[in-house]
Structures are given as structure tokens and as C-alpha cells.
């Protein structure tokens, strides 16, 4: 042990020729000298271990000293596959492939076939596009609702564009622009949406009361009155005084306590307007909607049926071709359980009711196909193939569309009577108030309304009595 930790030789024994002290040196520090050395042979005589340097082993007459050494060798590593001729090989034959299978293998050959293009829509008619007016609810009175619609109401293509109407009160605007510093922004203030005046943003009072303003803080007074703008810009549009609505971000919670029932803007509008609705993320490049809405997990699974989804992709088809202009809409849909239920053995939604709703809505005049498993898909960039992506439930393709577009993306309403955006945030109460809330979102929601009013415009021109149109051209 003395070598090991001074790290240095031991002169004591040097001199004495009894000690073997020079043989073990030499031992040791010709350890592992000649790694592929052969070892000696038995029979060397006693203390002359480390002094016979013979590098050929003697060879012995005795039978059983070879077989000895036979085994020795064998047990080297030599000779592994001696046996191997003692068994004939056998031949293994896979069990013949069942008619599910070869079924399941053709179509995942045929579901990642992706060779399609989706071309946008084309109006050969005349000019009906006109400068459409935009009602904007003001949202949570302590969120940053009336901060972003201040922030994109200053940029001077909105007027160009549009006529914006706010519903709100002068009070709650005044205040804002105080606690975000833009008190040079003005509003062009009237008391009724017929008083309003194009090339100005207008705000038209809903309420005069001294609301009590707590910035930050949702509170019961903040959403009723939230709810007023709303229901003011639902009046406007059922008499056709707006031509789209852009939502500024709610709280569902102090809404929900004073209307039961209430889970958000897109249940509420359905309702008011009797429509069937879907609700859309949308951004330049990417389009993704949900089956189910805002449930919770655990009954996700419940609530799909055959007939939900068909609707799901009816109302997507019927939306992409009217208000985003693709002649032959191409939609992906995602399975729900992991790895699209691999063939049944995690699940069997998708074999019992997604595959057979999108066989069902071929007949749509799209390209759909599906299901797809969801883990991998937006990983490998699929959602690029497509004008959308249907998902089964929020998460699913919220997450990931969050990922790739958060803060450029809108929240569209499809199947309402009338054009619905709103941002892809929320309330953003910790930012209330400090004039630091992001407002590209809610420019782009204002955007995207413009442009779907004028598409619609565009669609429903072109697909008005067909039978005169043709008897026109010729």
C-alpha cells in the first residue's frame, strides 16, 4: 500500500537478494507489457516464477493436460461456433397476415400520400368590395383590452381600411389612455352607431355609470359590463349596422357566475345568432380547429360521435371555401388516442367513429384525410400540406399552433351569420394598466375581419344564381 500512496519506490530490500524485492519490481512494471503473450505452461520449478523468459509454452504428452488445454481455449473465446453444425438451422415462417392488417397497411401507404396542391378561390364578377365597419367589444374592463384596441386603432391603415366602432363608454376609454399614457388618442364619441363617421374611430357609450376600475383584477362589475359591450354589438349586427365583430379578451369566470352557463364569446354569439359554429385559430400559414371545446379531459372522449365530427368538417369546409377563397379545402384530422390508437391497441375511436366520419365527408368536394397521429405531425411539418388541421380536442392543436404563430394568430368564429375575430390571448391581467401589452394579435384579428367581410362579399356573389351568371358569358 506504501507504493500506492507515496507513489515512489521502496529502497529498503534493494540489496537483500532474499527479499524478490527486484523480481516483483520487474513484475510489476512489466505488467500488461505483451497483452496477446501466450501464459506458460504448469511444471516450472518453484521460485523460479518471473525468471523463465521461454516465450513457447512446453508442450505436454499428457492426454488429459490437452484436452485441458483444448478447454482452455475454448474458453478464450476460440471455437465459439464449434456446435453449430450439430444443429440443422431452421426455417421460420411468419403466420399469414390477416385481411385487417393488409388493410391497415394500405392505408397508411394512402394516408401519407401527399401530393396535392389547394388552390385559391377566383371571382371573375364585378366590384362589391366595400369599406366594411367594424364593431369592437372593449373586453374585461381591467385587462388589457381597451390597451390594445387603443394601441391598434392608432395605426392609420385601420381608417383606410375600415370604419372601427367601439362599445364601450367614454369613462372607461378616458381612463385607459391615462394609465397607459395616450392621451393624445382621441375617439370620435357618439350616442348612437347611426351618429358614426367614416375615417374616424368611433366609440359609441353603452353605459354612463362611474364603474369602479380595479386593473388587474377581474371583478364582478368588470365582466358584467364586459357582457354589455358584447350584447351591444350583437344588437348592431342582428340589424345589420356592423358588418363584423372583434372581441377584445374576456374573463369566462366573472361572466359565468351572473349568466349560467356561459363558457366563452363563441358559445354566446352561437346562441344569440341560432348558428352551428366552429372555432378557428388561424395565422398565415396555419388553421387549426377542435371537435370539443372548452370540457375537461376526462370527458373528451365521451363527447365524440360520428355525427360531431362529420358537422366539425362540414362547418370547416363550408368556412374555408367562403371566407379564406380554397375552391377544394384540404384538411388533416388527428386521431385522439397516442399514435392514432395503433391499430386498436390504444384505443378504438379512431377505427369506430373518426375513420368512418371522414370516409362519410368525402362527398364534401375537399381532400381530407386521416386520422393522423398527432404527436408526430406538427413535428414533421405536415401542417404545411394543409388549409387546415382538425383536432378532437382543444390542447391538441392549440399547443402546438401556440408554438408556431402565438401573438400573429386570431380566433375566428366560423358558421355565424356574421364575420367574428378576436386574439389569440387572453385578459392578461398582470399586465393591465403598464401600457407594455403586445397588440399585434388584436391588429391582426382587425386584419383578418376586414379580409373575410370581403370575402364573403366576393363568395356570395359569385355562387348567387349560377344559372344567369352562365347565360351572361354566353
Avoid at 450439430?86 to 403466420?95: D, E, F, M, T
Avoid at 365583430?245 to 359565468?256: L, M, S
Avoid at 390571448?425 to 379580409?451: Q, R
Wanted: glycine share 10%; net charge negative; hydrophobic share 35%.
Amino acid at each position: 500500500m506504501s507504493d500506492s500512496q507515496n507513489n515512489t519506490p521502496n529502497n529498503n530490500n534493494a540489496n537483500n537478494p532474499n527479499s524478490g524485492g527486484d523480481g516483483r519490481r520487474r513484475n510489476r512494471s512489466g505488467r500488461n507489457r505483451n497483452r496477446n503473450r501466450k501464459p506458460r505452461a504448469e511444471g516450472n520449478a518453484e521460485g523460479s516464477e518471473g525468471a523463465n523468459l521461454d516465450p513457447k509454452p512446453k508442450a505436454s504428452s499428457n492426454v488429459e493436460g490437452a484436452e485441458g488445454n483444448a478447454e482452455n481455449r475454448n474458453k478464450g473465446g476460440r471455437n465459439r461456433n464449434r456446435n453449430r453444425g450439430n444443429k440443422p438451422a431452421r426455417n421460420v415462417k411468419a403466420a399469414e397476415i390477416s385481411e385487417e392488417v393488409k388493410e391497415q397497411v394500405e392505408f397508411q401507404s394512402d394516408l401519407y400520400s401527399l401530393d396535392f396542391e389547394s388552390e385559391d378561390q377566383t371571382w371573375e364578377g364585378g366590384d362589391v368590395l366595400k369599406k366594411p365597419i367594424l364593431g369592437i367589444t372593449c373586453g374585461d374592463l381591467n385587462g388589457i383590452g381597451m390597451e390594445v384596441i387603443i394601441k391598434s386603432l392608432e395605426d392609420d391603415r385601420i381608417t383606410d381600411l375600415c370604419t372601427p366602432v367601439v362599445f364601450a363608454s367614454s369613462k372607461l376609454a378616458s381612463y385607459h389612455r391615462n394609465a397607459i399614457d395616450k392621451r393624445d388618442f382621441n375617439f370620435n364619441i357618439v350616442e348612437s352607431i347611426d351618429e358614426i363617421k367614416e375615417g374616424k374611430n368611433n366609440l359609441v357609450s353603452v353605459w354612463d355609470d362611474n364603474v369602479e376600475l380595479q386593473l388587474g383584477m377581474p371583478t364582478d362589475v368588470s365582466g358584467s359590463y364586459a357582457l354589455k359591450s358584447i350584447d351591444a354589438a350583437i344588437a348592431a349586427a342582428k340589424e345589420g349596422k356592423i358588418d363584423a365583430i372583434v372581441t377584445a379578451p374576456i374573463n369566462k369566470h366573472n361572466i359565468a357566475e351572473a349568466v349560467s352557463g356561459f363558457s366563452g364569446h363563441t358559445g354566446y354569439l352561437a346562441e344569440a345568432f341560432g348558428n352551428d359554429v366552429l372555432m378557428i385559430l388561424t395565422a398565415e400559414h396555419l388553421k387549426v380547429t377542435t371537435v370539443t371545446g372548452h370540457i375537461p379531459i376526462r370527458e373528451v372522449s365521451d363527447a365524440l360521435s360520428q355525427a360531431k365530427i362529420e358537422k366539425s368538417l362540414e362547418l370547416l369546409v363550408g368556412s374555408l371555401k367562403r371566407d379564406f377563397g380554397k375552391i377544394k379545402p384540404s384538411i388533416a384530422v388527428l386521431g385522439l388516442n397516442p399514435h392514432a390508437g395503433e391499430m386498436g391497441t390504444i384505443g378504438k375511436e379512431e377505427q369506430e367513429v373518426i375513420q368512418p366520419a371522414i370516409a362519410a365527408a368525402q362527398k364534401m368536394d375537399a381532400t381530407i384525410k386521416g386520422p393522423f397521429p398527432a404527436d408526430g405531425f406538427f413535428g414533421q411539418g405536415y401542417e404545411q400540406k394543409f388549409d387546415a388541421v382538425l383536432g378532437m380536442y382543444h390542447d391538441q392543436v392549440l399547443v402546438p399552433f401556440k408554438s408556431i404563430a402565438m401573438g400573429t394568430g386570431t380566433n375566428f368564429t366560423a358558421g355565424l351569420n356574421i364575420v367574428r375575430t378576436s386574439p389569440d390571448h387572453g385578459t392578461a391581467m398582470h399586465l393591465a394598466g403598464k401600457g407594455t401589452a403586445e397588440h399585434a394579435s388584436f391588429l391582426s384579428a382587425i386584419f383578418t375581419a376586414i379580409e373575410t367581410v370581403q370575402a364573403r362579399m366576393g363568395y356570395d356573389e359569385m355562387t348567387a344564381n349560377p344559372l344567369k351568371k352562365q347565360k351572361d358569358k354566353n
